[in-house]
């Protein structure tokens, strides 16, 4: 009786509260080879999970599931809460231990390695992967992933999804997405029911500050300051259409732009290999370097791994080749030595000269095509770089690759080119492996805000070197003792490091008191030099500085 009461007392409050009370959906597994599918009577949507060990889900007749469509916070709360099974809790829990002492990559080791039984288990495990990731360096891309993970799979309780949808909105705005992370607190305003909310609003003045506007920036600020709450609520319900109609007008052009791009045209009958892919050019027999060779690269690679380049490219060229393939190959070690000392441009001539020869490997060619895409984008040569990324696809018969669609969305972001951004963005969120490719993403992020480089006849390249590092140099104690003042005028050469070097005096006034103090001062010195094909640095002999004494100042 006391059972029934309150099954009664329950069902009233949820449809106060504008929820409708439906009976439990009967639950039917139905295995299958590699597989398992659970489907509901009631609405049925298929959810396929890989578990190693069967799951079985049972309800009592006491538990009613409450059906929140749309999905809101006040209705989602008072679902009846699931069991998760005893050896997930308890890693769970050994997980959550771990990280309360600072070992979060422990503790996302822990999680990753957890036997979901059912696909609530796995949500809650996505969950705290999501705030794991977050806690460590360099690990937002897996964060978002999870939490996107956790939210889609419309299995957490109220509270943890409450929190996974503004962990993805903060890591959105992090990544610089603002319309996606303005999308997202739209879904959460709406979800909670409110049209203010001080995390949402603190998230949007980030955007603001981020955007460099500050009239909307005060605005915001204003509307958290407010002590009116209904005057609060009204102004930032304003803010709220504001940022709706940008996003459906957003969605409407995307939709027309979207129609205009064509599908990849997949390659037909290559049976002969008349076109050059991975595939075929597999099948070619593989090419093995004369020992000779192989040994002098070799050397090459160890002065590399001792940080002497300029020795290791002068082993390199020093090689007599005999056939297209050892020339191949040598051009490939080059464009690796000079990406490693971030000569770009010389890194992409070598790749190309390597590439064209067809003369590769599959897998070096491969992975040159790849480096020649970056070269490209560190050089600003962004339309080129998105033909070779094109390119690249074509040759490895594939529609996306997860390293270079990163490549790609930085490429359009930095271009500004706002509607095909959407498109590779929405494409990634949609991808299996989106987590590669957000990292991807993030880590070409490292490398600035790259400008593209805009060709002009009206503004030559200067190849001069340019002093990149100085120092205060020191007064000579004897000088200054004696009230001496002076200057001296050195003569050196630049190596390929940017170093100078056969530094030479060429006028001391007076003799015998600064030459020593101002060759001193010249080798802490530092040029970004240019390279000519050769690998000789471009005016990089007979240059001349001098360097002064006052005794007015510490030089």
């Given at each position: 009786m006391n059972k029934q009461r309150l099954t009664i007392t329950a069902l009233a409050l949820a449809v106060l509260t504008g929820c409708q009370s439906s009976p439990a959906p009967t639950v039917?597994?139905?295995?299958?080879?590699?597989?398992?599918?659970?489907?509901?009577?009631?609405?049925?949507?298929?959810?396929?999970?890989?578990?190693?060990?069967?799951?079985?889900?049972?309800?009592?007749?006491?538990?009613?599931?409450?059906?929140?469509?749309?999905l809101r916070y006040q209705?989602?709360?008072?679902?009846?809460?699931?069991?998760?099974?005893?050896?997930?809790?308890?890693?769970?829990?050994?997980?959550?231990?771990?990280?309360?002492?600072?070992?979060?990559?422990?503790?996302?080791?822990?999680?990753?390695?957890?036997?979901?039984?059912?696909?609530?288990?796995?949500?809650?495990?996505?969950?705290?992967?999501a705030n794991m990731n977050m806690k460590r360096i360099g690990e937002d891309a897996r964060a978002l992933d999870y939490a996107l993970k956790a939210i889609d799979s419309g299995s957490l309780p109220a509270e943890e999804y409450k929190s996974a949808l503004i962990l993805a909105i903060k890591l959105f705005v992090k990544l610089g997405w603002f319309e996606l992370g303005e999308e997202k607190a739209l879904i959460y305003l709406a979800y909670i029911g409110e049209s203010f909310d001080f995390d949402i609003f603190e998230i949007f003045d980030q955007i603001a500050q981020q955007k460099k506007d500050q009239t909307r920036y005060e605005l915001l600020l204003d509307i958290q300051t407010m002590i009116d709450e209904e005057a609060q609520n009204q102004t930032a319900q304003r803010v709220l259409d504001e940022i709706q109609t940008r996003i459906a007008k957003r969605h409407a052009n995307q939709i027309q732009f979207e129609k205009q791009i064509k599908p990849p045209q997949k390659l037909q009958n290559n049976s002969t290999c008349q076109t050059l892919t991975y595939q075929c050019h597999n099948l070619r027999a593989k090419q093995v370097l004369p020992a000779n060779i192989k040994q002098a690269i070799d050397k090459a690679t160890k002065q590399q791994q001792d940080n002497n380049a300029m020795a290791a490219?002068?082993?390199?060229?020093?090689?007599?080749?005999?056939?297209?393939?050892?020339?191949?190959?040598?051009?490939?070690?080059?464009?690796?030595?000079?990406?490693?000392?971030?000569?770009?441009?010389?890194?992409?001539?070598?790749?190309?000269?390597?590439?064209?020869?067809?003369?590769?490997?599959?897998?070096?060619?491969?992975?040159?095509?790849?480096?020649?895409?970056?070269?490209?984008?560190?050089?600003?040569?962004?339309?080129?770089?998105?033909?070779?990324?094109?390119?690249y696809l074509n040759y490895i018969e594939k529609s996306s690759d997860t390293y270079l669609d990163g490549v790609l969305l930085k490429i359009t972001k930095q271009q500004d080119d706002q509607r095909f951004f959407k498109y590779l963005q929405d494409k990634t969120l949609q991808n299996p492996q989106r987590a590669e490719i957000l990292q991807s993403y993030i880590d070409f992020g490292y490398f600035g805000e790259i400008q593209e480089k805009k060709k002009s006849a009206d503004t030559p390249k200067s190849y001069k070197p340019v002093v990149?590092?100085?120092k205060e140099y020191d007064y000579p104690i004897e000088a200054a003792k004696q009230g001496i003042t002076g200057s001296v005028t050195l003569e050196f050469?630049?190596?390929?490091?940017?170093?100078?070097?056969?530094?030479?005096?060429?006028?001391?006034?007076?003799?015998?008191?600064?030459?020593?103090?101002?060759?001193?001062a010249l080798e802490q010195w530092r040029y970004k030099v240019n390279l000519n094909d050769t690998g000789n640095v471009i005016e990089g002999t007979g240059i001349q500085v001098q360097f002064g004494w006052n005794l007015g100042s510490d030089k």
């Open positions: 039917t597994e139905v295995p299958v080879q590699n597989e398992q599918v659970l489907t509901t009577t009631s609405k049925a949507k298929a959810v396929t999970t890989t578990p190693k060990t069967q799951a079985v889900v049972t309800t009592t007749p006491d538990q009613q599931k409450l059906s929140c469509e749309p209705c989602h709360s008072m679902q009846p809460e699931q069991d998760i099974s005893e050896n997930t809790a308890k890693d769970i829990s050994f997980a959550l231990n771990i990280a309360t002492h600072g070992y979060y990559s422990a503790a996302a080791i822990r999680l990753e390695k957890i036997k979901s039984q059912n696909v609530y288990e796995q949500a809650i495990v996505d969950y705290h992967l490219k002068e082993t390199l060229e020093s090689i007599k080749t005999n056939s297209d393939f050892e020339t191949a190959m040598i051009n490939r070690k080059l464009a690796y030595l000079y990406s490693d000392v971030k000569l770009h441009e010389l890194s992409v001539r070598h790749a190309s000269a390597a590439i064209n020869s067809g003369a590769l490997n599959a897998e070096d060619h491969k992975y040159q095509m790849r480096l020649e895409v970056f070269g490209l984008y560190l050089l600003g040569e962004f339309e080129r770089a998105k033909q070779k990324i094109e390119a990149i590092f100085s050469d630049l190596n390929a490091k940017g170093e100078p070097v056969n530094i030479r005096v060429i006028e001391a006034s007076p003799e015998g008191y600064f030459e020593q103090a101002g060759i001193n």
